[in-house]
C-alpha cells in the first residue's frame, strides 16, 4: 500500500479526546491552548515527510482561522487520520 | 563579528539580494517561506550560516508537534530603509513533546529539512517554552517596531 502524498486529504478522528495535544498532555488544556489545539473532526492536508524525523507534516485551520503546519507521530497519522 | 542581531539577514539572503538588485543572477521563482525556531543563544547565531544544517541554528526538534510555519510576508515597504513583516498570526504546534526554550524565528525557503536556505533571523521580544500540549503563538506584523518578524534591508 502507498503512502499519502501531496494534497491528499484526512479527517483527524479521536472521539474519546477533544484534541490532538490535549492526548498528547493526558488532561485538559487551559481555555486559550484548548481553543489553539487540532481537536476532533478536523480535516487535515498532507504536505510530506519531514526530511529529518519522517514524520508525516500536515496542514490545517484552527478555530481561529489561522491556518496551521503540524508534524503528526506516524503511530497516531495511520490510526487517527482517515482518508477525508 | 558575524552574530545576528533582530531582523538581520544570514549571509545566503545578503548574497541572493546583492545578485537580484544588481542584476547579477535572477532571482529564484516565487515561493512560500518559512519560520523556524531556535534554541540558540543569544549571541550565538552566526550570520554566515547558509543552511539550517549549521551548527549554530538548533532548531525545534520535529518528533514533537512542531514544524516551520509559512511566513506568509507582506510585500516590501516603499520606504527607506524598507521593511516587510509577517502580513498574520504565526502559531506552532500543537506539541506532543516539550521542545525546549525558543529565542529565535528564522525566515527559511523550505518546510522542512536542514537543506532549507536561512534568510533571516528575529530574536524573540521574550524566551518562550511551551509545554506537551501548548501551542506557541506570535502576533501578525503591523509594521511598527517590536511587532511581529521585520526584515529590513
Given amino acids: ?84 | 563579528m558575524t552574530a545576528l542581531s533582530q531582523g538581520q539577514m544570514f549571509q545566503y539572503a545578503e548574497q541572493q539580494a546583492l545578485n537580484a538588485v544588481f542584476l547579477k543572477a535572477q532571482s529564484p521563482a516565487v515561493a512560500n517561506t518559512y519560520l523556524a525556531l531556535s534554541t540558540t543563544a543569544i549571541g550565538a547565531l552566526q550570520s554566515t550560516e547558509v543552511s539550517m544544517a549549521g551548527a549554530s541554528i538548533n532548531e525545534y526538534a520535529t518528533a514533537s508537534g512542531y514544524a516551520r510555519q509559512n511566513y506568509n510576508p507582506t510585500a516590501a515597504s516603499a520606504a527607506s530603509p524598507s521593511q516587510l513583516w509577517n502580513s498574520a498570526q504565526i502559531t506552532w504546534g500543537p506539541f506532543t513533546a516539550a521542545p525546549g526554550t525558543a529565542q529565535w524565528g528564522i525566515a527559511c525557503d523550505a518546510v522542512s529539512g536542514t537543506a532549507a536556505h536561512t534568510i533571516a533571523a528575529f530574536l524573540l521580544s521574550s524566551t518562550r517554552t511551551p509545554a506537551i500540549g501548548d501551542s506557541l503563538q506570535a502576533a501578525a506584523g503591523t509594521g511598527a517596531a517590536g511587532v511581529g518578524f521585520i526584515c529590513q534591508v
Fill in chain 1, 1 to 84: 500500500m502507498s503512502g499519502p502524498v501531496m494534497g491528499d486529504r484526512f479527517m483527524y478522528h479521536n472521539p474519546d479526546v477533544f484534541g490532538y495535544g490535549e492526548q498528547a498532555k493526558g488532561g485538559p488544556l487551559t481555555s486559550e491552548m484548548h481553543d489553539l489545539d487540532l481537536r476532533d473532526g478536523t480535516e487535515v492536508q498532507f504536505i510530506e515527510f519531514d526530511a529529518d524525523s519522517g514524520w508525516p507534516i500536515v496542514e490545517w485551520v484552527d478555530s481561529t482561522g489561522l491556518g496551521r503546519i503540524t508534524t503528526i507521530d506516524p503511530v497516531l497519522f495511520d490510526n487517527q487520520f482517515l482518508p477525508a
